[in-house]
């Protein structure tokens, strides 16, 4: 009885020591993830223009590794940005624009993309393609001035996300100041109340990361002096505003598929 204590004694210990130690694969060799810990690696979260949050492993060499959300593999970001729906002329230099930035022939893949801007009937297409140029320039070719001024003729669906690129921009090479400056320029240009309160709330945002409280407070309370509630709601794509003679009818907002009144009163 004392022999079997004994053995289940040891047994248990064995056992306990085998869960503290890290694991290892056959051979001796060690898993991925504990390679990753023992070399400092650790990991960031950010976006990559606006689209997407990515991991960032950064090794304890000092390398960066863009992991996506959801993919066990790496995902280099696109340089070449086109819309979802594209006539087949634009389609058609879009994709030649992509395959000359593969092949690392940048000039060529941007005079592609001004044919869409000198000619496309498509405001859609020649904003993608001033963003796509904005990112070649930059990203390729280490020309941020360039880009920078490509991604101000960036209008419509992509222009949050080019106003965003410029701050990034600024932000590389440590010149706050400039991106507060072309932000203003183009407030003062906007004419939309939903544009003028986006590109304060971008302002704020540079305030707030350069650790300016005080002036992104003072940015922020000018957002409800540009923009009312009702064109506020009327500029949320998540909310349909029913208006009649005399003010505001209503709110519904999209449950997916389905909308629910969230208010009902008129004014008198």
């Given at each position: 009885m004392e022999r079997f204590c004994a053995v289940l004694i040891a047994s248990l210990a064995l056992f306990s020591l085998g869960r503290l130690?890290?694991?290892?694969?056959?051979?001796?060799?060690?898993?991925?993830?504990?390679?990753?810990?023992?070399?400092?690696?650790?990991?960031?979260?950010?976006?990559?223009?606006?689209?997407?949050?990515?991991?960032?492993?950064?090794?304890?060499?000092g390398e960066r590794r863009i992991v996506p959300f959801g993919m066990g593999r790496h995902r280099s970001r696109r340089t070449v940005i086109r819309p979802s729906r594209v006539n087949v002329v634009d389609g058609a230099y879009f994709e030649i624009a992509e395959l000359l930035v593969n092949k690392q022939e940048y000039d060529e893949a941007i005079e592609?993309?001004?044919?869409?801007?000198?000619?496309?009937?498509?405001?859609?297409?020649?904003?993608?393609?001033?963003?796509?140029?904005?990112?070649?320039?930059?990203?390729?070719?280490g020309d941020t001035e360039g880009a920078i001024a490509e991604y101000r003729q960036v209008t419509g669906r992509y222009a949050e996300t080019a106003r965003r690129e410029i701050v990034r921009a600024y932000e590389e090479v440590g010149e706050i100041g400039k991106a507060v400056a072309v932000l203003d320029e183009m407030l003062a240009k906007a004419?939309?109340?939903?544009?003028?309160?986006?590109?304060?709330?971008?302002?704020?945002?540079?305030?707030?990361?350069?650790n300016d409280l005080d002036r992104a407070i003072e940015t922020l309370r000018k957002i409800p002096?540009?923009?009312?509630?009702?064109?506020?709601?009327?500029?949320?794509?998540?909310?349909?505003?029913?208006?009649?003679?005399?003010?505001?009818?209503?709110?519904?907002?999209?449950?997916?598929d389905r909308e629910r009144p969230i208010r009902g009163k008129a004014k008198e």
């Open positions: 130690c890290p694991a290892q694969e056959e051979g001796g060799e060690k898993k991925p993830e504990q390679k990753r810990r023992e070399a400092g690696a650790r990991v960031e979260v950010e976006h990559d223009g606006g689209e997407r949050r990515v991991r960032i492993e950064v090794r304890g060499d592609e993309l001004k044919r869409i801007t000198a000619a496309s009937p498509d405001p859609e297409a020649a904003g993608a393609a001033h963003l796509s140029m904005g990112h070649i320039l930059r990203q390729k070719m004419e939309a109340p939903g544009d003028k309160a986006k590109i304060l709330s971008d302002i704020a945002e540079v305030y707030k990361k350069s002096t540009v923009i009312t509630y009702e064109e506020a709601m009327k500029a949320d794509p998540r909310f349909r505003v029913h208006v009649r003679e005399g003010g505001m009818e209503g709110i519904r907002v999209r449950d997916g």
